[in-house]
């Protein structure tokens, strides 16, 4: 369905009262390389975040271990008293080891003290939305695996009873873990790798659109590896646009309940980012950008 709203248009997040659109920003390029220490140019950063919400982006995706302790620092330097209207989502469930190194952080005690780690760097009384982020395999963590999140998102549960989180939301999971987590508490956001490229969460993301539930890509655009195809190449020369535009727009068409969180550190590539929301892609193009995924 052609997306000729602006951002998207909007989805309503399930047994909530928050509305966001489609397009959101992530915030994990504001730290240094590697998302290890501060920025190069902090003005800058400050400078894309206030843009990204003039521009009529309302949710920011985050985590204190981005940094770590960096992007939320520079979220509050820049929008806050934040607005009523802004739905700030952050992650739990790992550390940053010597040398910038992802390691987890799952146990319940860890999971409270993240928790009120974005809290203080925040700024707030109470998370919008918190994902339970699973560690996983592969070099980042970012393939899922097998086992139980009760005892994890419980801890987080308790929190939310205790009004420090108002939403749940789960990264990183497979269909029976989120099963199980929707079981302790609604999940109300799915936040797994997805792209043009990478395409494993299908089945997942339907069977979400039909529960109701957001799917949020993260890597829509391939990631520490950005994406290479000639076919996307192709596409985005005959239609006007960057081969990451057109990418993002082929997520927007995929699915209903896909939200994007495309994060820059350049005021101008925001700006091509949040336009890609105004591509629209004929029938024939979206069958050819879906072949992508077999070339990969």
Known sequence: MPNTEKLGGTFALPATTVTVKRVGYGAMQLAGPHVW????????????????????????????????????????????????????VTKVGAVRGDGGSWLPAQKPAELVAAVHDNLRNLGLDVLDVVNLRLMGGGPTGS?????????????????????????????????????????????????????????????????????????????????????????LNDVAAELGATPMQTALAWLLHRSPNILLIPGTSSVTHLRENLAAAELVLSAEVLKRLDGIAAEA
């Open 143 to 231: 393939i899922p695996v097998e086992g139980s999140v009760a005892e994890r998102y419980s801890a987080l549960a308790e929190l939310q009873q205790k009004g420090l989180i108002k939403h749940l939301g789960i990264s990183n999971a497979l269909a029976s873990q989120i099963d199980e987590a929707n079981a302790i508490s609604p999940v109300v956001c799915v936040q797994n790798l997805y792209n043009l490229a990478h395409r494993t969460d299908d089945a997942l993301v339907d069977s979400l659109a039909a529960k109701g539930i957001a799917y949020v890509p993260f890597f829509p655009l391939g990631g520490f590896t950005p994406l290479q195809s000639s076919t």
């Open 37 to 88: 220490g501060p920025p190069k140019d902090r003005d800058a950063c400050v400078a894309v975040l206030r843009e990204a919400v003039a521009a009529g982006v309302d949710h920011i995706d985050t985590s204190d271990f981005y940094g770590p302790h960096v992007t939320n620092g520079i979220i509050r330097e820049a929008l806050h008293p934040y607005a009523d209207d802004l739905t700030i």
